[in-house]
């Protein structure tokens, strides 16, 4: 029931307008967050980050720093639809994917917030449609720019570099491997640290990309892949990101944004599992996988509902803390009420919200006028 009803064409559109207007309305209702500040005037720029900067200087406030990720994002979703005619020759199938794949905690915030992460998922995508359709210079192109993206692209390449290998592309094998060997030579990804046990904090924060249903039944279908195929590029790419992001996480910490774009280009495999595994069995078998499928999907649309409501929520839970998005609504309140004692400077906020504070108008007064500068 849940797939048959993305036959119906109004359906699928009323969707994409309900949900770019929902979208919409969170890049314009949240305030900017300290990663967003953070990103904005760190003095390694990538890509993404310039381009915001250029248009936060005709589009002041946070819709100017969101407005590329937004872009982007919509750009992500009708290419990750057009990969899905791999998997799914039904379109009920693909649009049930691709409304997934839109649902997705990781994708929502990826959208919405300016982030490091979305600029890579989108080169992986056009590399993986050139790919498809065999136009070399374009493989070439993205390869090459996604070297400018603060992610572990190393596992981008390693992955492409076995499977063109293995499918006796040999130009593009070594090509990958040669980026590799970049990538990890001029310190694109760190790579080191101590014995600490940061596996438990990936899990966390694979759970949260995911959902964590959803991510528990993607790892078993990447396992389940990996012995019954098809062990295809899409694959190559998911496996490879997640089993090296597990080896990393022995002796550092992994940030959401280095595997997650990797991660999210093989969305389409757990559910082809699982309605391979639905629709080989008789109707009146199905009731379970159907029951446990419903559950999955439930659990994803409860977590979207989370981001997508956070403000309420916010509100009814007393404004704790701890909670998620507190940092931007309180850092946002403190600057209104400095403001509003004629301040120029903040004291006694901890240094990773200083970037934020700095935005608002309000650099640390231990060294007013000095820090934050953003590059040009």
């Keep these: 029931m849940m797939i048959e009803i993305w036959k119906d064409d109004r359906l699928f559109k009323a969707f994409w307008i309900f949900y770019f207007v929902t979208l919409a309305a969170l890049i314009l209702t949240t305030p900017l967050t300290p990663n967003e500040a953070k990103l904005f005037y760190r ?155 940061h596996l438990p904090e990936l899990f966390g924060i694979y759970a949260a990309l995911f959902s964590p249903l959803f991510f528990v039944y993607y790892f ?15 694959w190559t790419i998911a496996f490879t990101a997640l089993l090296f992001s597990i080896l990393l996480s022995i002796r550092q910490q992994i940030l959401i944004v280095d595997f997650s774009p990797y991660l999210l280009v093989g969305t389409m495999i757990p559910v082809a599992v699982y309605l391979r595994s639905l629709r080989v069995r008789m109707r009146r078998f199905q009731r379970s996988y159907r029951l446990a499928g419903a559950v999955v999907v439930a659990t994803l649309l ?45 004291e006694g906020v901890k240094k990773r919200y200083e970037p934020l504070m700095y935005y608002y108008g309000f650099p640390p007064c231990r060294d007013l006028g000095k820090n934050l500068k953003p590059s040009n």
């Design 43 to 197: 003095l390694q720029g990538t890509p993404e980050i310039w381009v915001a900067r250029l248009l936060h200087q005709w589009i002041p406030g946070p819709l100017g720093m969101r407005l590329l990720p937004f872009l982007l994002g919509a750009i992500n979703l009708r290419l990750f639809y057009g990969l899905l005619k791999d998997y799914f020759p039904r379109r009920e199938d693909r649009r049930f994917t691709v409304v997934l794949f839109a649902l997705l905690p990781g994708v929502i915030v990826s959208t919405v917030l300016l982030n490091d992460a979305i600029f890579a998922l989108t080169l992986t995508l056009l590399f993986l449609h050139a790919y498809r359709l065999r136009i070399v210079w374009m493989q070439l192109a993205t390869l090459l720019l996604l070297l400018t993206t603060d992610t572990a692209v190393f596992a981008l390449y390693f992955a492409v570099g076995l499977y063109a290998w293995k499918r006796r592309h040999y130009s593009l094998a070594l090509f990958s491997f040669l980026l590799v060997v970049v990538a990890l030579a001029f310190g694109l990804f760190d790579v080191g640290g101590r014995p600490r046990g």
């Design 302 to 346: 409860l977590s979207s509902l989370t981001l997508v409501l956070h403000r309420p929520i916010y509100e009814a839970l007393g404004r704790p803390e701890k909670f998620f998005v507190a940092p931007a609504y309180t850092l946002q309140e403190l600057a209104r009420h400095l403001e509003g004692e004629g301040r120029t400077c903040v």
């Design 220 to 234: 078993y279908a990447l396992y389940r892949t990996a012995f019954e195929g098809p062990r295809d590029l899409y």
